[in-house]
């Protein structure tokens, strides 16, 4: 027996149907771009697995970017979330950098999916293809919230520098692990996860005072 969200319990049942329909597209969208990746992986592999018509896909999306962007849009909110709750708990300084990149890190080892997923799609970014600017518009906001999470870690540096350091910190913490998860396995990954935190906050946090103008 199913539980519903809070969310979904206010629903009509109509609605709580195309919610739980619209669900699961995104989860075996971000499935199969996981295995099979985001060039790779067709309208028809999802809704094959999703069992559904591709009439029922275009009801929710207009193409398989409009669905990348939608998990893209999904997986950076969450990310975002973990992030916020993890600075909340430390005090203004270099001590909230520590725990953004904790967090980055738990999410990566805790959401695989996420990481290759999130590579692919800076791939994608970079091409001169229509949904590019819109997947850089996603990231551009998570890009801005996370520049404004960690600025009192800077002290009396400058909200440019801030996002300076946060675009080095998602670059980095995700690059490192890609690779990592790529070469070496998920499970040696996480059985290494005290070493990424700890290698990535000694490589991060010198540009904080970077940022100050020492």
Aim: one cysteine or more; hydrophobic letters at 40%; aromatic letters at 8%.
């Amino acid at each position: 027996m199913n539980t519903l969200t809070q969310a979904e319990s206010s629903l009509s049942r109509v609605e709580r149907r195309k919610a739980r329909t619209n669900r699961r597209l995104l989860e075996v969208a971000r499935q199969l771009f996981s295995e099979k990746g985001i060039y790779w992986a067709k309208i028809e592999d999802i809704t094959e697995l999703a069992d559904q018509g591709k009439g029922t896909f275009y009801k929710y999306f207009d193409s398989k970017e409009a669905i990348i962007c939608a998990l893209l849009k999904e997986g950076l909110d969450k990310l975002t979330s973990k992030t916020e709750q993890a600075v909340q708990k430390v005090p203004a300084g270099p001590k909230i950098l520590s725990a953004a990149i904790e967090a980055r890190v738990d999410f990566f080892l805790n959401c695989p999916e996420y990481l290759l997923f999130f590579h692919q799609v800076r791939g994608l970014m970079q091409l001169k293809v229509g949904v590019a600017n819109d997947l850089r518009a996603i990231y551009n906001a998570h890009l801005d919230r996370l520049t404004q999470l960690i600025t009192p870690a800077m002290g009396d540096g400058q909200p440019g520098s801030a996002r300076d350091i946060a675009r080095a910190m998602a670059a980095y913490t995700s690059g490192v692990l890609t690779y990592d998860v790529l070469f070496e396995g998920q499970e040696s990954t996480e059985r290494r996860r005290r070493y990424f935190v700890d290698v990535l906050d000694r490589s991060l946090q010198p540009l904080l005072n970077a940022g100050n103008g020492s």
